[in-house]
């Protein structure tokens, strides 16, 4: 199956805002999701709105053809923490790879549940904490 070529990007009718905005939103697709990120965005953006946002819609922002839509990046900022989590539980399973997984402490042994960072800085701090512990 042969791929037919992009088609070139034309970014022309979008505002600098405009712009700025649809930069904002790839460069989040591609830290939290990897190459593949459209697909996933799309599914992560319409848990957080209640309604299906489409993967054609996302393509749409990218290549210019649609704005992405303003409250879109403040609905990302909602979930960077706990994508950025997710992320560092990632990677310090593969760090630990192929070690056995751990099993899981049962009820009894288990710590109570740290309160989540509320501010980017907690965020930073928190993954710089749990870095230094490798």
């Not at 700025?20 to 830290?31: I, K, P």
């Not at 319409?46 to 299906?52: A, D, N, Q």
């Not at 409250?71 to 990632?90: K, M, N, P, T, Y």
Request: hydrophobic content about 40%; charged content about 30%.
């Amino acid at each position: 199956m042969t791929r037919r070529p992009a088609a070139p990007l034309d970014l022309s009718k979008l505002s600098d805002e405009q712009r700025e905005r649809r930069a904002q939103v790839v460069r989040f697709g591609e830290l939290a999701f990897g190459p593949n990120w459209k697909s996933e965005l799309a599914r992560t953006l319409s848990k957080v709105r209640g309604v299906e946002v489409a993967e054609e819609q996302v393509h749409a922002w990218i290549r210019g053809k649609r704005p992405v839509p303003e409250g879109i990046v403040r609905e990302l900022q909602h979930v960077q923490i706990e994508i950025s989590f997710a992320l560092a539980d990632r990677a310090r399973a593969l760090q630990y790879w192929p070690d056995p997984v751990p099993q899981e402490p049962s009820a009894v042994e288990a710590a109570p549940a740290e309160r989540p960072p509320e501010t980017r800085e907690q965020v930073v701090a928190r993954i710089m904490d749990e870095i230094a512990d490798w």
